[in-house]
């Protein structure tokens, strides 16, 4: 795989992609629910998808796609080179907030993650790692992550968990949540685990994502020295949904160890 070629078509489809999500700002929205009323996608994701897939077969007609709108490849495995992406991770913030949305883009080969690209849009920062070569933040390196403690750490996290709900014990996290230092929510995945290879939350914590919202995610956080598995501790599946718990690499043992360990998840 010609990484370097790859890369830099990505790279510029993501900003070209990212040009028109801003335009699209001046345009009514068509908004419609999918799983629940919470549940958001609007024609901009279905359009923003599409342009990837024109842009990807006609650039390289040998790879497939995974797009979470669904408009790419039916794929049941991971051979050859796969592109996972989100259109846009943070649907609800792109339509409440005009902010604090990106694109995620995961290339794997035979099951590999090999380039990652986190666009976060208005803010026009881009993550990008390559295996093996670092990740960067703008074109800048990003050093490999250094230790925490639980109580200096802040941790990401979907207030929902530690409220009743239908999945877990609130405590479980409620408990986690009294021992740090402090915790963010900024309802994208993708930014959040972005945000964590960065070096600018420490963990996140979160019960169910798709591989279109990690997959770009876990290639980062490699490069940085960072652990991500499910909140059992165990390797995430890419094709399948998954808990996610990306952290430091102190952090991760200690949290998995003194919170997650043994629970029902
Ligand atoms: P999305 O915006 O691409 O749907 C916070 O909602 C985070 O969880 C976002 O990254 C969002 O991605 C993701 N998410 C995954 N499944 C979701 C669902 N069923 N409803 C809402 N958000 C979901
Ligand atoms: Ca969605
Ligand atoms: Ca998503
Ligand atoms: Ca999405």
């Known amino acids: 795989m ?12 993501i900003k070209e992609a990212g040009e028109r999500i ?6 009514t929205l068509n908004i419609e629910t999918k799983s629940n009323a919470n549940d958001l996608v609007t024609n901009i994701d279905k359009e923003t998808e599409q342009f990837f897939i024109t842009k990807i077969n006609q650039q390289f007609p040998e790879h497939r796609i995974l797009g979470e709108e669904g408009n790419g490849d039916e794929l049941e495995e991971l051979g050859g080179v796969v592109w996972i992406i989100d259109p846009i991770d943070g649907t609800m913030n792109f339509v409440h907030q005009q902010r604090n949305f990106a694109i995620s883009i995961g290339i794997y080969e035979n099951g590999v993650g090999k380039i ?23 074109d800048k390196a990003l050093p490999k992550l250094n230790e925490v403690s ?3 750490a802040i941790i990401g996290l979907n207030a929902t968990w530690v409220t009743p709900n239908r999945r877990i014990d609130p405590l479980i996290l409620g408990t ?6 402090g915790t963010r929510s900024y309802g994208s995945a993708a930014i959040e685990i972005a945000q964590v290879a960065a070096g600018r939350l420490d963990a996140y914590i979160t019960m169910r994502l798709s591989p279109w919202d990690f997959a770009a995610g876990l290639i980062l956080m490699e490069e940085v020295g960072g652990v ?6 165990e390797p995430i599946q890419i094709l399948q949904q998954n808990s996610i718990f990306i952290s430091k690499p102190g952090l991760h043992k200690s949290i998995l160890e003194n919170y997650l360990q043994g629970k029902e998840w």
């Open 2 to 13: 010609h990484e370097n070629e790859i890369l830099i078509y990505a790279k510029s489809w």
């Open 22 to 27: 801003k335009k699209s700002f001046q345009t």
């Open 116 to 138: 990652g690209l986190i666009y976060d849009v208005v803010h026009d920062e881009l993550y990008h790692a390559v295996k093996g070569k670092g990740a960067h933040f703008n």
């Open 150 to 152: 639980v109580s200096e």
């Open 176 to 181: 986690l949540v009294r021992d740090v230092r």
């Open 228 to 233: 991500s598995t499910t909140l059992k501790g």
